[in-house]
């Protein structure tokens, strides 16, 4: 049979057609703070439906761990970009061609646009108050009252201020990264229809359990009265997550009575998700031996006007931000904080590129002014079997110094260091989270899994196929494995945090004992692990399984044009056992290039909070010409070992590995991405300096 | 307006100021031709003019007129660059993968054993945010390798 993606058949949410279907855009603000004062629809034309603030009052504000967003801004709008009205008509077209008919008057109010700002007790409030909860909010929530603080995450281990007594050299840095959009190549798409009180929604999504929660709460209904259709993906990243389009598509349907499909204009992307901008401070002390003894870390990032799953990208940030070293003194203050910004969620790493970023850029600082080879430095602290992490977790399969020895091996780092670099990465799973799947035996000697994992392109349904058919002892092409429907799948916490392998595998053993052990046509396997973080300590499980790779890199710095050039890109990922060898290559091979667009280019630039690069002439994702010549990797497997997710972990050591190889000549940098214009402005302070 | 799309004559309803693209998916439902960047930058939505690769989403439909367009619905399923890309695994979500062949099917009539640098640059219009890259210049060797 022909692979759908070559012979043109794939489809996706933008392809639905529904009967009678309209099509809606979406009437933004052009303010990125202001007070709705009217709102006037009527030069509309009738052959259009306008969704109006009328028209939205009765549902209830959604969010995954915030409830802080409506299903249109009414009396204040809080980014530029933020939904104030949509229209659907007979056809998109139609609908872009009433937009400007809607007339809103603004009363323009301060904005932020800074986290460190934002943060501060002067700084515009972009919310007044806001309630958490949600099966998303798997942790309690820190917000700080009368700031823009949604959550703050601490840990506390150790004394610092007596570790760094014992310190024989400090190091001090702030590192900041910018924001990031997705860009999938797919636009977030929908189409929500209504039967009989019914909310239907098909929609490229990688949490259809979350998205219907999160409906049903705003309109009110049952989660039952619920069904979410979870379409493959062309491409996600983390952007597909909870509800995007999906509460206009519903409230448009339930006006026109008629299903709506919204499919987001390009530009419309940058003013939905992007990734936290954060900045990050780290002092890190050693002995003059190079034993850590200290480590204290500030986090801010930059939730935008929305929380959306901030929260758990800045708790992510924050736990991962001591990185995989023995570390007896931690102090970590991490802040999710808004601003007048587009939203930011989760994206390809969910916040543990950032304090990867700073940490294994400052730990190179710290090696430089300690006279210790980087590498040396590292394995002396590295985590190793049986250690504790800060969190008072014992980590285990711990392979974190085999990860680093073969990244250092595969770009010859004793063969002289001149422009290479290296750094480590540990990045946590969701935790606490739950899996479930059923198989069911079909007459024709076939099963089928009713399963929630999404697919996106990641080839998570191929992976988990395989590990159906071999625990089934039948060919995978036995095994068929629909489109996600929380009408009837079992629930599932979400296809995010390179999980779902990993969780799904082990459900689907379960399940498969349970068709054999009934002796029915019909199985199914649970699994469920347990854990999570004190937010005000630290102290717990952050994950139960961690993702563990290095990388490294080669790099040739033009001081004239200020231009880094990569000439090899290794990645060592600890994979356990690879079930999909194609679908990991793959992975990886993505996550790397994705790292190396982080690195070096891919910023989202925005001037009084008007996103100016929405576009993807402006905004630059990496293309056949920005490959490294060598582009390598190393995936690790370990017989009987678990099986480790893959579909980040390559991601967040790439910016510092090109970081640490470009300060190997020199040549510092704090700021994400890596352009010519601060390799310029910092290689003239390296000839400054020799002066 | 009368064009040959995939080897067939037609005759499609099409507004002077609408795309190709839009007018291939809405007439023909020939949806493997995509927008995604709108601007012609990204080449998702590529197809032949005249054997040609062009942004579907920048050629104006009239502009088509009495010209032969080619989507990837018009080669068999198996032709050898498709067979290649499915064996190289040179995909991942899929979008990007229909003006990806496109593109490389060009380029093989034009270079029938290009390196894997010149197919870099030959592509360079074609943007795979999954970063399949690698596995798709192994594809295309891959398919100069056989007969096309």
Known sequence: MTDPRVSGGSRYAEDLQLPGMLHARIVRSPYPHARV??????????????LVPDDVRDLALYGCQIQDQGVLALERVRYAGDPVAAVAAATPHEAED?????????????????????????????????????????????????????HRFRIRHGDVET?????????????????????????????????????????????????????????????????????????????????????IAAALARKAERPVKVVLPRSEEWLT???????ISVRLGARSDGTLVAKQ????????????????VAQKMGFAAPGPYRIPNVWVDSFCVYTNLPPNGAFRGYGQMQSTWASERALDALADELGIDPLELRLRNVLREGDRYCTGETMHDVRFAECLEAAARAIGWYEGREGKGLSLVMKGMQTPSRAAVA??????????????????????????????????????????????????????????????????????????????????????????????LDP??????????????????????????????????????YAGRVVNRPG???????????????????EVAHVDGQVINANLSDYATPAFADLPDRLTYDLIERPGAEIHGLGETALPPVPPAIGNAVASLGIELHDLPMKPESVLAAAEKKVGERV | MRVRVNGFERELDARADESILDVLRRELELLSVREACGIGVCGACTVLLDGEPVSGCLLLAPLAEGREVTTVEGLDGSHPVQQAFADAHAFQCGYCTPGMILTACRLLEESPHPTAAEIRTAMSGNLCRCGSYTKIVDAVLRAAAGPV
């Open chain 1, 297 to 312: 870390v500030t986090c801010h990032a930059d939730t935008g006007a929305y929380a959306d799953c901030g929260p758990g």
């Open chain 1, 584 to 602: 990991a290559e793959l992975q990886t091979e993505g996550s790397m290039i994705m790292g190396l667009g982080t690195a070096l280019f891919e």
């Open chain 1, 98 to 150: 009433a937009l400007p008919l809607v007339d809103v008057d603004y009363d323009e109010l301060p904005a932020v646009f800074d986290a460190v700002e934002a943060a501060g007790a002067d700084a515009p409030l972009v919310h007044e108050r806001a309630v958490a909860g949600g099966a998303a909010a798997y942790f309690a929530m820190r917000p700080q009252p009368g700031t823009n603080v949604c």
């Open chain 1, 273 to 279: 998700l992007n990734r936290h901008p954060a900045t």
């Open chain 1, 536 to 573: 005000d300590t630290g102290q717990g499980v952050a994950s139960t399984h961690w993702h563990q790779g290095a990388a490294a890199a080669e790099i040739v710095v033009d001081e004239e044009t200020g231009r880094i050039s990569v000439s090899h890109l290794h990645t060592a990922i």
């Open chain 1, 439 to 532: 198989v069911e035996a079909q007459d024709d000697g076939t099963f089928v899994l009713r399963c929630a994992t999404a697919e996106m392109g990641q080839g998570a349904r191929r992976a988990i196929s395989l590990l159906a058919a071999e625990e089934l002892g039948v060919d995978p092409s036995h095994v068929r494995f629909p489109d996600a429907d929380t009408a009837v799948v079992p629930y599932d916490t979400r296809t995010t945090s390179s999980r779902s392998t990993y969780m799904m595998g082990r459900a689907l053993v379960e399940a498969v004992r349970e068709l054999r052990r009934s002796g029915g046509r019909r199985g199914v396997g649970e699994v469920s692990d347990q854990g999570g």
């Open chain 1, 163 to 247: 570790g760094f007594a014992e310190a024989e050299v400090v190091v001090e840095r702030t590192y900041r990264c910018a924001g990031a959009q997705h860009a999938s190549m797919e636009p977030h798409a929908c189409v929500a229809r209504w039967s009989d009180g019914l909310l239907e929604v098909w929609t490229g999504t990688q949490t259809p359990f979350n998205v219907r929660e999160d409906l049903a709460r705003s309109f009110g209904l049952p989660e039952e009265r619920v069904r979410v259709v979870s379409l493959p993906m062309g491409g996600s990243f983390g952007a597909k997550t909870f509800v995007r389009t999906e509460a």
């Open chain 1, 37 to 50: 004062l009217a709102l006037d629809a009527s030069a509309v034309p009738e052959t259009c439906v306008v």
